[in-house]
């Protein structure tokens, strides 16, 4: 059932494109306004560039997954998946799933135009840096799933969505920037492996909750 | 085959269905009549476990809904005023979707046959985002065909339809009472609720009265 949920989620996107191609363009957009707006040498840049792709990819989570929720309410489509006799929490599963494979695309199409645009090298170890920026993603697809689950039947979901994501995913950002700076810099394990480890339990207690709760969140 | 017990609904600090309790036997129509805004359609949604109640019990086929056991759902079919379908998939896609969520895949041709039956052949590959609303009726009309379901909760089936959709309507309905199918339905015309139902349920003031 999971495969079935997750080939719609898949297949929804291949056909309207809503989600990436707005990802991408929002996602291009805030790297031209970086780009343009820190006009200062490449050794002061290189020190925020790693807190400027997670905000990007923050603001980018935003818009995806709001849009990834909104064409459920759409002809209340939503109302096939809960009243189906499916395990509710496979729902989230499949959204969380679809949402890191939305994302991750987003970011190998804009990763070249990013380094390219702030005058950046790449990171010493690309294998490091795609492992790591793939648990991240996973952290925060996790979080943004259950938050849009929860938000997605309030009136004003598109206010209530970033107020409760931002403060959520305000630790996965973190995480990730301390991360992205370790392996950037060159820096040994062993410096950065605690924000690693804040990672991997941020997936696996939302993933927890996410896949315990939606069963009752998505009523309305 | 269903037991609906002392259920009760708030908006807002508003009661909408107050301790409300019957039951449905198998084989048997039920029509919920009222005002708009009494609470009918709320009533199918809670029962579909659509929508959250505040209190109270529904047992279908001896399982409580509430519970979290998807399997409950298993031989429940809700049709409500909206399709509850993807805009961006056609309403092929949207059928085989419906059906491999049931765990009852049917055969493409199968879904075509039925389109073709209800008149939705020529656009069976559009995205329903194109189709009126008696178009999207039809399509309902044709889910609950394809799958398999001991009761049926439908909201105002003729809303929207032409005359030909009305008849089409009135064949499916009269087919499945004649085959022993459960059906609990929102009508709004009483010369229908009472050929279609074995029995009336008013709904006024957030309680149910039978007639």
Redesign the interface.
């Known amino acids: 059932m999971f495969f079935t949920l997750l080939k719609k989620e898949l297949f929804i996107e291949f056909r309207s494109r809503e989600v990436t191609l707005s990802m991408l363009v929002f996602g291009l957009s805030i790297i031209l306004a970086f780009a343009f707006t820190t006009n200062v040498s490449k050794v002061i840049v290189a020190n925020y560039v790693p807190g400027m792709f997670w905000i990007m990819v923050l603001f980018v989570t935003v818009l995806g997954v709001h849009r990834s929720f909104a064409y459920e309410k759409e002809f209340d489509a939503f109302s096939m998946l809960i009243s189906a006799p499916i395990d509710r929490g496979l729902i989230f599963v499949a959204k969380w799933i679809s949402g890191f494979i939305f994302l991750t695309l987003m970011e190998i199409l804009v990763a070249i135009p990013f380094f390219k645009f702030l005058l950046i090298d790449f990171p010493p170890d690309p294998f490091l840096a795609i492992g790591t920026t793939l648990l991240i993603n996973l952290a925060i697809m996790a979080v943004a799933s259950l938050v849009s689950g929860i938000a997605m039947r309030a009136r004003l979901s598109e206010v209530l969505l970033p107020v409760l994501l931002f403060p959520l995913l305000s630790p996965v950002i973190i995480s990730a920037t301390k991360i992205s700076a370790g392996i950037m810099a060159g820096d040994p394990f062993k410096l950065w492996q605690i924000w690693l480890l804040i990672i991997l339990s941020i997936i696996v207690i939302f993933a927890l909750v996410g896949y315990t709760l939606f069963d009752f969140i998505t009523e309305e | 085959m269903l037991s609906v017990s002392h259920l009760s609904k708030s908006f807002n600090y508003r009661p909408v269905l107050k301790d409300i309790t019957f039951n449905l036997n198998a084989s048997e129509t039920i029509v919920i009549m009222g005002k708009n805004g009494a609470g009918k359609s709320t009533l199918l949604?809670i029962l579909?476990?659509?929508?959250?109640c505040d209190s109270g019990e529904v047992l279908f086929q001896n399982i409580d809904m509430f519970k979290?056991v998807?399997?409950?759902?298993?031989k429940?079919?809700?049709l409500?005023?909206?399709?509850?379908?993807?805009?961006?998939?056609s309403a092929v896609?949207n059928l085989e979707?419906?059906m491999?969520?049931?765990?009852s895949s049917v055969d493409q041709s199968i879904i075509r046959d039925h389109l073709d039956k209800f008149g939705l052949l020529d656009q069976a590959d559009d995205?329903?985002?194109i189709y009126s609303q008696g178009m999207?009726q039809r399509l309902k009309l044709t889910y609950a065909e394809l799958a398999d379901w001991d009761l049926l909760l439908i909201d105002e089936p003729f809303s929207g339809l032409d005359q030909d959709g009305i008849l089409q309507m009135d064949d499916a309905l009269t087919r499945w009472k004649l085959g022993f199918k459960s059906m609990c339905m929102v009508l709004h015309n009483r010369e229908r609720a009472e050929q279609y139902g074995d029995r009336i349920l008013h709904l006024d003031d957030g309680l149910i009265l039978e007639e």
């Open positions: 949604r579909a476990r659509i929508m959250a979290g998807p399997n409950a759902r298993k429940l079919l809700y409500g005023h909206a399709p509850a379908m993807y805009t961006a998939l896609e979707l419906a491999d969520l049931r765990e995205p329903i985002s999207l």
